[in-house]
């Protein structure tokens, strides 16, 4: 997997093994509807994995990112992406369950700008991510990656084949 565009255009970040990282195309459309959206932005990349969204944000203009990823082993893999791409400085790793998270966003993170979040496909996630979102408008931008088999009814909905983007914007 590459950074797409950006200061860290073209280089290589590795994916955990067991991971379903988000595709070079879809971050790409996805970007191509931030356009420079994500300069000087606070990211919170939910379920963070390889970091891939974050680091492409970052490589993009970013100010910072805060990745939240519960799996350890995955965390070390998202630590050595962050230190390859020379983005430590603008980069918060914080090993905790995503739900939580997000349902303590005042104490646990400075109030993102954007929120990516792309969790585990079919498990009911989806859902408690919208309903704890809705409920807070501390963001700008939420970009939700899910299976196109969890409807979400809001936002605009980006489709590739099995996975389906919503990018939502607060109301505030």
Not at 57 to 69: D, K, L, M, N
Not at 77 to 93: A, M, P, Q, Y
Not at 127 to 149: M, N, P, T
């Amino acid at each position: 997997m590459r950074i797409i565009a950006g200061e860290s255009r073209g280089r290589k970040i590795k994916v955990p093994k067991g991971i379903r990282p988000t595709q070079d195309r879809v971050r790409e459309s996805i970007f191509n509807i931030l356009g420079d959206r994500v300069v000087n932005k606070t990211i919170l990349d939910l379920f963070a994995g390889s970091g891939s969204f974050g680091l492409e944000a970052i490589s993009r203009g970013a100010r910072e990112a805060t990745f939240v990823e519960i799996n350890p082993k995955v965390i070390e893999i998202l630590r050595e992406n962050i230190d390859t791409l020379g983005c430590t400085g603008r980069s918060k790793v914080i090993q905790a369950d995503a739900i939580k998270t997000i349902k303590n966003l005042e104490s646990d993170v400075q109030h993102p700008d954007i929120i990516f979040a792309d969790p585990p496909y079919n498990k009911g996630f989806v859902d408690k991510v919208l309903g704890i979102i809705k409920a807070k408008d501390s963001f700008l931008l939420l970009i939700l990656e899910h299976s196109k088999e969890e409807k979400v009814d809001i936002g605009r909905t980006l489709r590739f084949g099995d996975t389906e983007v919503n990018v939502i914007e607060s109301k505030v």
